[in-house]
């Protein structure tokens, strides 16, 4: 266990029946069930993707049971997420559909940045919040320590901050019984009628045999087997502006398998209201399934009008813009069909993808060295890593990545010479480089700018505070969290962080620092696009923008690596670089 968020929303209901083989008890360590399924995860020893699973749970006060559960057990469903900030909307989206967090804290590394960003989510949306440190068996663990400065900075009482460790079993029914008490159960609709099916899609992923699986939170109602299903998201009530208005036949719905998943799925044939599982009704298209999407009984859809809806939907508050864009090609041009379906499919259940097709078949786009491609909006460089390997674990495609670019404004001024027509907008935002202003126009360059906070062991201040300096940072401060450990605030260009931020910032603290960022707008730069020719033709995939003064560095490694990269030809390649109206080689 890391420094991540699990989220425990409680049930005030009980599953009516589970399997008896899914209250064994496992205790060699081989026959844990892992939440993280994917093999990325399981490679890399970090959680990409939001994981669910439920529980029944016997409190220790029986006063926390509603009078008319006379089982004596309550129904946790939980909730795992990621930790890397390039994975935060997958936190922002389950902070949204739960009703408590159990906040994870490293007893040996202290408050990390991502916990900080984590838990300001939480407060804005009104999450309930039971602290708890984790790795107290370590031998180098500072319990005492940060409790104090966890009370400090985020305002719990120290003597009610639980200590727990997965690897030595402690503390886990401390944390389970915190949940049972300071966790509240859903709240119902004001118009539940108890029989009005509301389910909200959580997540979603593709199976090629039983095609979309849905993991859902039923709002209301119940929902069994053969019913008839309605998927909608907010374009539905947006286009259908009368009640009369019918669905079409396309879009409902045979449910044909539900359950509960433990965290391994078993079949129940019924949820109910308060409960959470998966569901599959058919459907092949990924889009049709996006999370945030509500699943409504068709017997009820002409009431969906006038129904209360979550707060959260597809395209509510929960949306992200992506922080750096990268163009993605097939290794051969006719594996486009084929890399386009797969993103489909992956882009299901990550949304922090955001996927435009940059070329048709033609490839014209792509240039005629890469061809035909997508180009897609990531969170991060690590999602970028992760992108690349889901797909070749997942669907065994091989795909070129090219070098991720961010978003820059542009902002044209007066010029005689400019061949702007008058209705054209003087301020516009490119992230495809492309679209960059052409030569001859007057402008100038804004690049986004981000605040960066940084949190390290005091050891190695010199070294982070060098870092920033390097990445043309400014309006560096610092805070003190304890003896150890500091804060380190600062400026600095999103195009500098999105690079090679994190891995040196690894690198000059041992792996201790961690940082997260915040969009602080676009400030005016020297900036200039530069420009891959091979055999004087350029590669659009390839260009990049740089600052005046690295320009030339940055421009002879990518030569150097396309140089070992190409594979060698029968004729001469010549690798070029352009920067405005000069040319090197």
């Not at 900075?153 to 460790?165: A, Q, R, V, Y």
């Not at 997508?374 to 990545?401: K, P, S, T, Y």
Request: glycine share 6%; aromatic share 8%.
């Amino acid at each position: 266990m890391t420094s991540e968020t699990y989220f425990l929303p409680q049930s005030s209901q009980i599953i009516e029946k589970i399997p008896c083989d899914t209250h064994e008890n496992y205790e060699a360590k081989e026959d844990f069930l892992k939440l993280d399924t994917l093999s990325v995860e399981q490679q890399r020893g970090i959680t990409v993707k939001a994981s669910a699973a439920s529980m029944l749970y016997k409190p220790n006060d029986q006063a926390l049971l509603s009078p008319q559960n006379d089982t004596g057990y309550l129904m946790l469903n939980m909730v795992d997420t990621p930790g890397h900030i390039d994975f935060g909307l997958e936190v922002t989206r389950s902070l949204h559909v739960v009703e408590g967090a159990v906040l994870l804290f490293d007893a040996a590394q202290g408050v990390q940045a991502q916990t900080l960003n984590v838990f300001q989510k939480a407060v804005d949306i009104g999450t309930e919040l039971v602290p708890a440190l984790t790795k107290v068996d370590l031998p180098h663990a500072r319990p005492l320590e940060v409790s104090i400065a966890i009370s400090e900075m985020f305002g719990f009482d120290p003597d009610k901050i639980l200590l727990t460790s997965a690897r030595q079993r402690i503390g886990v029914e401390n944390i389970l019984e915190a949940v049972a008490c300071n966790v509240p159960p859903p709240v119902s609709f004001e118009d539940d009628d108890g029989v009005t099916l509301r389910a909200q899609v959580l997540d979603s992923w593709f199976e090629p045999t039983r095609g979309v699986v849905c993991l859902l939170k039923i709002l209301s109602g119940k929902m069994e087997e053969g019913d008839r299903l309605v998927v909608v998201d907010d374009s539905f009530y947006d286009k259908h502006l009368s009640k009369e208005r019918q669905v079409s036949n396309e879009s409902q719905f045979s449910l044909q398998e539900v359950g509960m998943v433990l965290p391994h799925r078993v079949r129940t044939g019924k949820l109910l209201s308060g409960q959470m599982g998966y569901a599959i009704v058919g459907l092949r298209d990924p889009r049709q399934a996006r999370p945030g999407s509500l699943v409504l009984s068709q017997d009820s859809i002409d009431k969906a009008f006038h129904m209360e809806k979550p707060e959260w939907m597809l395209d509510g508050d929960v949306s992200q813009q992506s922080a750096l864009f990268a163009s993605v090609h097939p290794l051969e041009a006719g594996e486009f069909d084929d890399l386009c379906s797969a993103v489909d499919k992956l882009s299901l259940n990550d949304t922090g993808l955001e996927v435009h097709r940059t070329s048709g078949a033609s490839g014209t786009d792509g240039g005629p060295f890469l061809g035909p491609g997508l180009r897609i909006g990531f969170q991060g460089l690590l999602h970028v890593e992760v992108f690349r390997q889901r797909l070749l674990d997942e669907f065994n495609m091989e795909a070129v990545v090219t070098p991720p670019k961010v978003s820059y404004l542009i902002k044209y001024l007066p010029s005689k010479m400019s061949s702007r027509k008058q209705d054209e907008p003087m301020e516009e935002i490119i992230e495809d480089l492309s679209r960059w202003p052409k030569s001859g126009e007057r402008f100038d360059i804004y690049e986004p700018i981000v605040k960066v906070r940084v949190i390290s062991p005091v050891d190695y201040a010199g070294n982070v505070m060098e870092l920033i300096k390097k990445k043309r940072g400014y309006d560096m401060s610092t805070e003190v969290i304890d003896d150890l450990n500091w804060i380190f605030h600062a400026q600095i260009p999103w195009g500098e962080v999105v690079t090679s931020f994190h891995d040196e910032l690894k690198n000059c603290t041992a792996g201790y620092a961690s940082f997260d960022t915040l969009d602080a707008g676009y400030k005016k730069a020297d900036l200039c696009r530069v420009e891959i020719m091979l055999n004087g033709d350029s590669v659009d995939p390839l260009t990049f923008v740089s600052h005046r003064t690295n320009a030339q560095k940055e421009s002879r490694v990518v030569c150097k690596k396309l140089k070992e990269t190409l594979p060698r030809e029968q004729f001469v390649i010549k690798i070029q670089v352009s920067q405005l109206c000069r040319s090197f080689r």
